[in-house]
């Protein structure tokens, strides 16, 4: 490699990792390096701008924390998240939607028909579904892993007066499918804007709400993990996500009911609004 030129870096630089093992992560990173190159060459990169790139990413880098990820943030507001949720989709399976900046792994389990509310304020709202595959037989072994903003429209990691776990919890459903939850309706809220995506943010002029929504994995053996969004019809941004979330499929109508049965058995009020939220998983490719 003495001699280095500009018509033979970026084939080099591909040769250079033509030893890794694993042929998709090969495949991978060759192609990152192929576009990487090709932006640069295409846009004339300076090393001004070079610099001020990788300060970004320092600066994405010193605001992350384990419990709130700007390199995700920067996914969703570029729509790389979404691309990829589009891309992972299967005819007949709820549509996916973006993971978000505040998933956590390992919230509490919780049994079936659980109440979230606790000393949280808001309208409450019954959540009700059922897992199955593609052609509605019933997943039993099924999980939901569940989160929401609180009704001030934040995270329990944007809010220290929120105790950990605020308003998220993993379940197993029924061996029918079936599943039950009792929590709040979710709030519209700004996507972080006090980091480098902020700073994106602003010097595009762009809008950085994002329309209410509950978050939802779901999980079962030998099919497909969904990560998923459920969105509230009535909300003022659901044609504007900051993070391209929004699928038609996905907005629900939250309506309002009033059976005393239901209620006194999970502990709602006379009256509460409730959506239906059938999930569909496809089987492994």
Request: glycine share 6%; net charge negative; aromatic share 8%.
């Amino acid at each position: 490699m003495k001699n280095i030129t500009r018509n033979n870096l970026t084939d080099t630089v591909k040769s250079s990792f033509s030893n890794i093992e694993d042929e998709r992560l090969r495949h991978l990173v060759n192609r990152l390096s192929h576009h990487l190159h090709a932006f640069a060459s295409e846009t004339q990169l300076t090393h001004e701008e070079w610099r001020e790139g990788i300060a970004f990413l320092h600066r994405a880098a010193d605001i992350s924390s384990p419990s709130r990820s700007e390199f995700t943030l920067l996914s969703d507001v570029l729509g790389l998240s979404s691309l990829v949720d589009l891309m992972a989709a299967r005819p007949g399976a709820t549509e996916g939607s973006v993971l978000g900046p505040f998933h956590t792994r390992g919230s509490p389990w919780m049994d079936n028909g659980s109440n979230l509310i606790r000393n949280n304020p808001g309208d409450p709202v019954l959540i009700r579904g059922r897992v199955t595959d593609i052609h509605g037989q019933a997943l039993p072994e099924a999980t939901i892993d569940f989160w929401q903003n609180a009704d001030n429209g934040m995270y329990w990691q944007m809010d220290d007066t929120q105790p950990q776990d605020n308003l998220r919890c993993q379940m197993k459903v029924l061996p029918d499918g079936h599943f039950e939850l009792v929590t709040i309706r979710p709030r519209p809220y700004l996507v972080p804007t006090d980091g480098p995506v902020g700073e994106l943010l602003r010097v595009s002029h762009r809008d950085a709400w994002r329309p209410a929504h509950y978050h939802v994995i779901v999980e079962a053996p030998g099919y497909r993990s969904l990560i998923t969004e459920v969105f509230d019809s009535s909300d003022p941004w659901v044609d504007k996500d900051a993070v391209f979330g929004v699928r038609a499929s996905l907005v629900c109508d939250f309506k309002s009911e009033s059976d005393s049965h239901t209620a006194a058995r999970l502990g709602l009020p006379a009256q509460y609004f409730a959506i239906d939220l059938p999930i569909r998983l496809a089987r492994e490719d």
